[in-house]
């Protein structure tokens, strides 16, 4: 089995207000991926589906080579889940809490999760509702560890915690990828977090998914560019995805592209136009996840292998070109 | 020695981490027979994936400035003095690369450079 | 996994169980306070007939009455709280274990049942207690196993009712109250409209609630363990 997680098609519409609609997700086995999408996006939504926790109305959901709802308690035995709020039972102790999840899982490891628990510095006789928000991640991450599974799926699992906690909960995930080689699906807006140890990055944007590819690939193709003197009306049959266009910001001339699949040659395309290219900029990965979020995509000018963000036109974002401060990283 | 890499720049981590050993090397910082941490070692101190680190040793090891001996580690190897010097020759154009293009974005021309580097140069010769 | 969803059901229900022990405990005792005074007053026997046995008799049937009604109270109450935290977690935490819901509801009954014994053991000591402290006078015997054992039946039937109940969500149960308020109504409506429309008296007569009541609370109804014989002395 190649994949740890296909998912094809997949439709959901729990209300009016909010649907799933044609969702495809591939996350290849041994793989770190991290999902990415602005709040409301889906990728809690996602998450619970994958988990089984809710039914869509269509589409097919493959995890660790089998499907979910039919072969969910062989999937779920060998998938270790942190939610985003927590799960546990508050009215338990810690060392309570770690002996009831146990017993689900032929796996488990307990002494791994006795030494991870003193390693976490959790107090074995505080209930777990009395924990601190750190502490609770800590436990849930250990939860998850110890029983030793072939896949993690975490929902925000640093969210709201301090550096410390977030490098103590990271460092438990890695050094579990390192000696057992699982894989790991990870949703977060801390995309710098992301960044570091992601080597997939797939983006979810209002129930669809926007991008999907290897983190490198998505670090280095999607770039900023500053064009000036591109002729009005003039179509497009680009050499590369066109994603977003901006006009100038006033500061600084020539309008905004930010493209993907840029070649330094791609540059006398713009010349037999009569246009010139001023300035191309890298983007990391949180500059390139704000722009394909925020970039408008007027019909006219989809690239040819613009296979990038498929939006409605004018809805939501604004065309201001300055990437916002509140997203990202909080 | 692996404080800096930076997650935002075009080049890949593993490229990065490689890039520091081979300076390393080259610098003398590293001599043969020591042995690099291990990939799970790594990895957790930068906080970066294993594989990434695996995929540095890896280019390392086919570029020959490490031994992955399966099960020991992994060890520097002596990759010889030319291979040093075109090391540090190819980390002197990247610096030199990298202050043209700034340059260039702030108008600042190669030969005001030049003169800047002269003056640098020759305020550190009599220090 | 049995052992551990028996203890986190203990755990969630420990406190509330604990007034139903008590009194568990303290019915047998008080229904037998009528018949030391009874005994006390030292009534003599004439003739063969049992007088003071009619007063016991007529103490222990008054406080009879409470037992099912314990029952009922104690089944609902822990059905309630075996089901309080999966509800407060919204079930997150059951579903995203590796167990068939269905093995799990199983598995939480069981576990309900089982602390049942409990309160229906602490019953069983003061009924003991209750009938050794008393003489109980000829012609009467006292049943103490007998009681114990109708209300460990009445317990588990109550128990499983509202265990039912309280596995749905909110929505399952106001649908339900809902569906039941309106068979009520058609019930009790519906027969006399048809019976003057038809001519048939005895349709007008029927009514829908006393029937129910009855056909479930005498056997082979269900219910039929809560109205029957509640008495710890009879004869």
């Given at each position: 089995m190649s994949n740890a997680i296909e998912i094809r098609g997949l439709n959901w519409r729990p209300s009016k207000a909010f649907a799933i609609e044609e969702l495809d997700i591939t996350v290849p086995s041994g793989a770190i991926y991290g999902f990415l999408g602005p709040n409301g996006s889906g990728k809690t939504s996602t998450i619970r589906l994958l988990m089984g926790m809710a039914k869509p109305q269509g589409g097919c959901i493959q995890v660790l080579g089998g499907r979910v709802p039919d072969d969910l308690h062989t999937t779920l035995a060998r998938t270790g889940y942190v939610p985003e709020?927590?799960?546990?039972?508050?009215?338990?102790t810690v060392d309570e809490a770690i002996r009831v999840h146990s017993a689900f899982f032929p796996s488990w490891d307990s002494g791994w999760a006795s030494g991870m628990k003193k390693e976490f510095r959790l107090?074995?006789?505080?209930?777990v509702g009395r924990l601190s928000k750190g502490e609770t991640g800590k436990l849930l991450m250990l939860l998850a560890l110890a029983q030793r599974p072939d896949l993690l799926v975490l929902d925000e699992p640093t969210d709201g915690l301090d550096p410390v906690v977030r490098r103590d909960v990271l460092t438990a995930v890695l050094d579990y990828v390192s000696e057992v080689g699982a894989t790991v699906f990870i949703s977060s807006h801390l995309v710098h977090e992301l960044e570091r140890f992601c080597d997939w990055v797939g983006v979810v944007d209002d129930g669809k998914i926007v991008a999907e590819m290897p983190m490198d690939t998505f670090k280095n193709e999607i770039k900023r560019i500053r064009v000036v003197g591109w002729p009005e009306n003039r179509d497009g049959d680009f050499p590369f995805g066109l994603l977003g266009r901006r006009p100038s910001d006033g500061m600084v001339a020539g309008e905004t592209w930010v493209v993907r699949g840029w070649q330094d040659q791609m540059t006398d395309f713009f010349t037999s136009a009569g246009a010139t290219v001023r300035e191309v900029t890298h983007l990391d990965l949180e500059e390139g996840f704000v722009e394909l979020l925020t970039s408008a995509r007027p019909e006219a000018w989809r690239g040819r292998n613009g296979d990038g963000p498929v939006r409605g036109e004018g809805?939501?974002?604004?065309?201001?070109?300055i990437p916002s401060e509140e997203r990202g990283e909080g | 020695m692996f404080e800096d890499i930076d997650p935002r720049s075009p080049t890949p981590l593993w490229g990065q981490i490689a890039a520091r050993v081979r300076v390393a090397v080259a610098a003398g910082e590293l001599r043969p027979g020591e042995i690099l941490p291990s990939v799970r070692e790594l990895a957790k101190r930068l906080r970066v994936n294993p594989a990434t680190v695996a995929q540095a040793y890896r280019e390392l090891a086919r570029e020959g400035f490490v031994e992955m001996r399966h099960g020991t580690g992994t060890f520097i190897k002596d990759v010889g003095e030319a291979r040093k010097d075109l090391e540090r020759r190819l980390r002197a154009s990247d610096l030199v690369r990298r202050m043209l293009e700034d340059g260039a974005r702030l108008g600042i021309t190669g030969n005001e450079l030049a003169d800047a580097f002269q003056e640098e140069v020759g305020s550190k010769v009599h220090e | 996994m049995f052992r551990q969803i028996l203890f986190v059901t203990w755990k969630a229900t420990r406190f509330g169980m604990i007034p139903f022990i008590m009194a568990a405990f303290g019915l047998p005792l008080l229904s037998v306070q009528g018949v030391r005074h009874a005994a006390a007053a030292g009534v003599p026997l004439e003739d063969g007939r049992i007088t003071t046995g009619a007063e016991v008799l007529e103490w222990v049937t008054e406080w009879s009455h409470l037992y099912p009604a314990l029952a009922l109270a104690l089944g609902a109450v822990l059905a309630l709280l075996v089901w309080n935290w999966d509800h407060r977690g919204t079930h997150v935490y059951p579903l995203s274990l590796p167990l068939p819901r269905w093995k799990y509801v199983l598995l939480k009954m069981g576990a309900g049942g089982v602390l049942l014994l409990i309160p229906v053991g602490v019953l069983w000591l003061g009924s003991l207690l209750a009938v050794s402290t008393v003489e109980i006078p000829d012609g009467l015997r006292a049943y103490p196993t007998a009681i114990t054992f109708r209300f460990l039946l009445a317990t588990l039937i109550a128990f499983a009712v509202f265990f039912a109940l309280a596995a749905g969500t909110i929505r399952t149960a106001v649908i339900l109250l809902i569906v039941w308020i309106a068979l009520v109504f058609l019930g009790e409506g519906v027969p006399p409209i048809l019976g003057g429309l038809l001519d048939m008296p005895r349709l007008s007569r029927f009514h829908f609630l006393d029937w129910i009541l009855n056909t479930s609370m005498?056997?082979?109804?269900?219910?039929?363990v809560f109205a029957g014989n509640w008495l710890l002395i009879d004869v």
């Open positions: 709020r927590p799960h546990v039972i508050p009215a338990l107090p074995a006789d505080t209930r809805d939501g974002y604004g065309t201001s070109g | - | 005498s056997w082979p109804g269900p219910f039929e």
